[in-house]
Every structure is written in C-alpha cells, then in structure tokens.
C-alpha cells in the first residue's frame, strides 16, 4: 500500500526566462466544427469551432483569438466579403468556440480560419483554411420522392431492392452533391461506382422519430450521360431485431428517398430526384440480415445495373411511398466504415471435420474471400467467437442468430465475395462447400466500426495487463458500431443503456466519442417516456419493457456529464437538461416521500455479479433498493451540478436539497450505526464510497468493511454495477494495495483470467469459458465491454490522467499516478482536444522517474508517487535540468521529475 505523502505542483504559468528565450512562431493547426474535420452536410445552425496550439516552447498559452468566416476562400484571404468576423477576442478558448455569424442556410459551404495571440502577444499566422458544408435544413427542401417497391408481405427476409435511373447533363458541372436516405440500409453507385466508403448506412436511430441522410460530392463521378443505382436491405428497419424473433419492428417497406443537386458553371441548379420513373427490381442478394447473415448468387448478377445504356426492360416501375421527410435529420455523428483487414493466423480442420480459420483476434466485421468454382457451387461461411472444448466451432451463444454468409458461384472466373448488409462477431470462419483449396490468403477478416479517432493508449510492465487493455479498446471498437451495443455476434446487438453508461469514461480515454455519444442521446431524449422512464435499449426496439431500471436509465444523466467532464461540451446538458430532469423527476416521483426508491418494480440490480457453488454462500447478492437509492442520489447530485453550470440556480438549489434528502434517507434505511451496509458486498460499499453516500463519522467504519471483504474472498464479487467502482473505490479509501491485488488476479473470477484463457475481447461473465474448456450456453458472449470499465481507473488511477471538474475538457490536467502492484512502468497518452497528453513513469529499486506532457493552452497539477519531501531533480524534454523559482507556477512543455525510493515496502 502507498501511504499518504504527496507532493501537490500546480502547473500554471511558469516565470523562468529560461524557456522563453528562444521562443518560437506559435502555430494553429488540426481546426474541427463539430468534432469533424471539414464535415460536408451538417445540420447545426449554430456549429463549434475548435483548434489546437502548436509550439515547442513552455508555458504557452493563448490570451486572444480571432475567427474568421467567408463562403469562399478568395473572400477569406481577401478579409472581404465575411459571414462572420470576430474581431481580436481576449480569451484562452479553442475548444467548441459557437460560430455566432451570419444565418446559416441549405447547402452552404463555409471556410474558416483563425490565428492566435499567445501569453506573450505574438500573433501566430492565419491557419489553413478549414470548412464545413450544410445540409438540407427545411423540409420543403427535400424535392425528391419517397420510393418503394411493391412486393408481397413475408414474415421473413426478402430480397434486397435495387433502384436505377438515368440522366443526362448539357452543361458545365461546378458542383454536384447528393442527399440520401433510406427505409433500412442503403448503397449507393454512381456510372458503376459506389459513393463513398460509409457502411450500415443511413444508420441506426429511433426511425419512427428521426432518420438521418447522408451527404455526398459527387461532382468527379458525373458525365454527360449518367445512370444513378441504390441498393437497399432490410437493416435494422426492417430485418429481425432482438431475441424474441421480432421482424420488421419499425415497417414492413423499405424505402428509398435521394436528391441529386447540381450546380453549373452558369450559375443555375438542376435537381435530379427519386421519383416514379424510377425503375426497381431484385438482384443476387437473396436476402440480408444483421444477425441471420447474407445470402448472394452470383449467378443472378446484372452486369452493368448502375450504368447507362443497360437494358432494364424487365425492371417494374417504382411506387412512390408516402412516408414523412419532416423527421430527417442530418448525420453529424461517426460514420461505420471499413477500418482493418486480418489475414488468418491459422489455418485446421476441426475433430468433427470443420474447415477453419482463425483470425487470432475476435473482431466484428465479415469475411472476404476469393474464390474459383464451378457454377452454381454453393459456399456457406459460418462465425463464431470460440472452440469448444473439443476444439469443434462453437456457436451455441449465438441462440437464434444464424450468422451465417452464403455465396453461389457463377463459375469460371476468379470471384470476390464480401456481403453488404449484415456483420458478425467472430475469431473463427468455417467453410463449406467449397470445392476448391482455399488458403489463409484467400480469407480476409475485414473490422468494421464506427470510424472513431483513437485518443488514448495505455501500457505498463505487466504484458498481461497490456492484453486487457487491448481487449478494453477491441470490445469498444467491435460493439460500437453506430450505436453503442452490448454485443455483437447474438441476436441481440442493441443500445443496452446500462452497459453504455459504466463504459462511457473508459470509452471516452480510448477514442473519441462526443459525436458518437451526441447521436445516442438524441434517441434517448426521443424514446424517453413522458414521465421520465428510460427504456432498457436505445433506440428502443422492445416497447419499453421493463424501463425505468436504476443504473441503466442513470445513462441519461451520466452519459451527457461524461461528455462534458471530457470535452468541455457544455452544449450537450442544454439539449439534454430536460431528458435528464425528466429522469430524476421519474424517480423521486417512484421513491415518494420518504425519498427510498423501494417500489417493487424491475431492477436488472448487480447484474452478472459473482456466484458461489458454496452451500453457505450463494454469491454476493445487493439489494436492488439499495442500488437504486444509491444511484437516485447520485444522479441528482449531477443533476444539481449540470442546473447551477447552466445558469438555472433555482433548479441547482432544489436539486441539491434533494439529493440531501436522498443521502439522509440512504443511511437511515441502508447503514447501521457501526457503518455496516444492509448489503454487506463489495458493490454496496463501492456505491457508497463513489457516490459520497456515508456519513462522516462513519467514512473509515465503511472503507474498513470494503476492505475487509475483499481481503476475506481475495478476489472481486460485483457485477455490471459494482465492478466499474470498484477499484478506484478502494483506492479512494486509500487501499491501492487491494486495488491491485484485484487487478493481477488471474484465477476467476477476475479480469485476467480471461486473458489467461486466450481472451482477445472482454468477456460478458467472469467464467464465460472455465479452465476446462467448457462454455456456457445460451447468454453468453465473448465480446461484452462492460467489466472493461476497469479501463477507466488505468487511464486515471495507475498513470494517472485526471480531470479537474471545475475546467473540464482537461483545460486543467491532473497528474496522480499510483505505484504498486508490482509494476515496474506505466505510460498512457492521451489526445486531447488541446493536444497530446503524456503521464509516464518508470521505477527501479532506488529511483522514480516521472515524465509529463503538458499540451499548449493547458495546465496541470502533479502529485508526485511516493514522495517524502526528498530531493526531486526535473528536467526539460532535451534533458537539461532547469530550476523552477516556484513549483506551483508551471505550464505547458515537456518535463521529467527524478526522486529516489526511501522504502519500497510500502508500495
């Protein structure tokens, strides 16, 4: 255990001439509006602009900025002619900076740039220009038709549809752009080629509330004569959802609805739109389903269907489809792409005679793969996630999800086949039918996810350690796939709200994901309740069943707070305040007037938690009141803090008052006068002590509890609730020496046996596979991110990055790594929206050596490990020891702190 001595530095400015001698040009690069580099078809009227400081030296910081906007880069290198001039602005703020310019409207494509003056008064030079682009903001803007084929009503998947028409240009093209969407997934080709490298398109939301379009240059793709093709599949509008069977939850039509826009070199505009001249007809995808998989006969292919000239005589005409434009919306969340390919590791034949191969890495994505036949040879390429213990392909957790591909060859050609609507979860790919030899480099494992911006990385000594880290960011990037889904590979694969909301600030460390976030929160404020329930899934796709749950509906509230705390994003509480109000009114509403919600409702409670085949213990069980109580306090307590932010002090007020009330309530009914909770677990206590639900007096009664029981088990006993707590629950009770014992714990349950059992994700149990191989049936994935949350206290706790509240968006850094566990380094980076974030520390018997980055416009404050007041010595980044007059007055720069050990016993 470390024991208390640290050494507080508070990095602000820092007065040494020294660093400023020499300074360099400061620049300004890496501009974003609304998160998105140059993003084309956006639907914010007031959008946010951000940049980032770039210079070698020390202690910069920006006193002034000046934005300027034009609708051409002639007017903006001209100054003429602007929408929008700040003028020279006295403020150090370069993140989500509100354009506050002329209106907006349709279509506009606006630059902007901005220069900068530093703490010292010298202007940077203008930026690189950036822009944005705007979509299509009225209604009665959409000009083109709803389109649908008319089929036969099925139960079950149908073929996907394919959409043509031609066109033809006489004049010059300046520009040209088309907006796009559809009922269920679409694909898009232009003269034969698909626009755009976007997947699961136009994604996933609450469809019967708000659909987003999408927005495409297509001016390199036009010529005189043009033929425009769409296919659409059944997604998630219209395929099967969830693990009741339901099909077509959202309708029973696809549809398909794009806008052509051209602008000539003349001046005028053409619009070209889906309308009833449109011809549509099925093709070789027989069917395609999210969990069912793909069926394809190449056989049935028509050459050249998105060109001209071809002959569509046999296609019917379309049926224009009445159906809403008022609930699209712009996409301005992370589009699903293509990211990685895998080439097999391995290549065997299974005891039951399977041919297999093993990518070594589960991922979500399909295969790719080459193939040379005959005509009419059928292929079949099923998924799964693991061995059995015989070594045969398990797919028995994947319940009635099929997920298998199916591709017929047309023969006597060399063929690719890679489905269009559907992605499985796996590691393994079994082939069948296959005549040929196939090799591994005929087999391609392809990663798709939402294209997130990777942000952190963190590494230490222990290489398995290293590996939960890796399996914390490939479960993040496997189930978030436009929404964030508690699983990949079953028939299931939805927005869960509880999982969404113990991994939000893990999954905030590992990748970007304010947009991300942003769209997920829209649908929850949308298919939120009117009383405040918080359906169990968003968008919700089960009618609400079983809503209202603590720890899951809390998603409302601490969801958007994680997005603040991370990105200064004060714009989403506003939009979300009243979805979030609306949830702790639902549950003071349920807790009545003794303020315990103890209503006999559905709680999924400590979900998943530890189980003991001991006659004398059932397992670490926590009162689901208890849980529930905890979390109405604690979401309150956010909410009162997120009300005085935005200015609404009587809400602040009452709020507060509440979540008092809540807290005197809680220890009333759940601590006894010893400080021993009702629900003597580990997850009550970690609720407790995260949720600053003890009473002073009783602080140590309540730590010496926690504690004491996870001495006695030796090992974790908490669920979905509990296990994101409980770490940094001990080390907030000054524990470390627990919290680690946790951490390199490798028999079950723990969250290195897993990866002793060759986990390449986490797992949704701690015993998803025991030692022997066998795995349960039934509920039970291998790609589950929720006990990845623990990724959060690595990131904050072992190397030490934290936020200070009071200046989120790390506009001032907290730097407090934690020694122990027998850890001989750990270094995490972290890319921030003001720049690269570095906390590092290595450790050998006598010394500590601790390095820092500090990015421009930042502070910090340190607090050095292990430190007695000993000799510190502290170096610049080339090395040279600098003396500081005044520890407190640091800024931004490189720098190293060398401090010997004393006593590592205590560590």
Known sequence: MMKGFYFIITLLFFSCTAFVANAKTIEVGELLTEYRSNPVGIDVQKPRLTWKLKSEDYNVKQTAYEVRVATSLAALKSNKNLYWSTGKVNSEQSVNVIYEGKELHSTERLYWQVRVWDHQNKVSKW?????????????????????????????????????????????????ARVYITSLG?????????????????????????????????????????????????????????????????????????????????????????????????????????????EKYDARKEMKGWSTVDFNDQQWKSVEVLEHSKSILVASNSIPVKAIQELKPI??????????????????????????????????????????????????????????????????????????????????????????????????????????MQSTGTFECSDPLINQ???????????????????????????????????????GAFNFNVAPFYTKWLKDLALDQQEDGEVPNIIPDMWNNKLGGCTAWGDAAVIVPWTVYKVYGDQRILTEQYNSMKKWVMYMKNRAGKDYLWNERKHHWGDWLAYQSKNPSYAGAVTEKDLIATAYFHYSTSILSKVASILGKDSDSKEFEQLAQKVKEAFINEYITPNGRLVS?????????????????????????????????????????????????????????????????????????????????????????QKPDGTIIDGMNSFNHYAYGAIGEWLYSHVAGIQIEESQPGYKHIVFSPHLGGGLLSSRANLESLYGTITSDWVMDDEMVQYSIVVPPNTSATVVLPYFKGQEVIIKNKKGKEIQLNDLTAIGSGEYTFYYSINNKTDL
């Open 468 to 506: 939960l880290q890796s399996n914390i960011r490939w479960s993040q990037k496997d189930n978030f796939l436009d929404i964030p889904t508690d699983c990949p590979q079953r028939d299931e694969r939805v927005g869960w709200t509880g999982d969404t909301q113990v991994f939000s600030m893990t």
């Open 680 to 768: 003597h677990t580990q997850t009550a206590y970690a609720l407790v002590i995260s949720f600053d639900l003890a009473p002073d007096h009783l602080k140590e009664a309540v730590a010496k509890n926690l504690a004491g029981d996870v001495r006695k088990f030796k090992h974790l006993t908490t669920g979905f609730v509990g296990t994101p707590l409980l770490c940094s629950s001990l080390s907030k009770i000054n524990r470390d020496d627990l919290a680690f014992m946790l951490l390199n714990r490798k028999e079950y349950p723990s969250w290195l046996y897993p990866v002793t059992q060759g986990a390449t994700t986490i797992w949704e149990r701690w015993d998803t």
């Open 346 to 451: 391995k290549k065997f034949t299974t005891p039951k005679g399977e041919l297999v191969f093993d990518l070594g890495q589960n991922i979500v994505g399909w295969a790719k793969v080459q193939l040379n036949g005959k005509r009419g040879e059928k292929v079949t390429l099923r998924f799964a996630e693991a061995l059995d213990k015989d070594g045969n392909f398990f797919t028995k957790n994947l319940r009635s999800a099929e997920a298998t591909d199916i591709y017929i060859l047309k023969g006597g050609v060399e063929e690719t086949f890679e489905p269009h609507f559907t992605f499985h979860g796996f590691r393994y790919i079994s082939v069948e039918g296959y005549s040929g030899e196939l090799t591994p480099e005929d087999v391609t494992g392809v990663v798709i996810h939402s294209e």
């Open 185 to 293: 997934l679409y694909q898009l080709f232009i003269n034969g080629k698909k626009v755009g490298d976007e997947l699961f398109t136009p994604g996933f939301t609450s469809y019967k509330k708000r659909i987003q379009y999408q927005v495409y240059d297509i001016t390199d793709l036009l010529e005189s004569q043009n033929a425009v093709g769409a296919i659409v599949g059944d997604g998630w509008y219209r395929g099967y959802l969830g693990w009741e069977g339901t099909h077509a939850y959202y309708g029973d039509q696809l549809g398909l609805l794009a806008q052509i826009q051209i602008q000539y070199t003349d001046g005028t505009q053409e619009i070209i739109g889906t309308d009833s001249h449109w011809k549509t007809s099925y093709g070789p995808i027989s069917s395609s389903d999210i969990y069912n998989g």
């Open 127 to 175: 930026s690189t220009p950036a822009y944005w682009e705007m979509g299509l903001l009225n209604t009665s803007e959409w000009k083109a038709d709803w389109i649908t084929m008319t089929e036969e009503k099925s139960p079950t998947s149908l073929p996907s549809q394919y959409y043509r028409n031609e066109f033809q240009l006489k004049k010059g093209i300046a520009s």
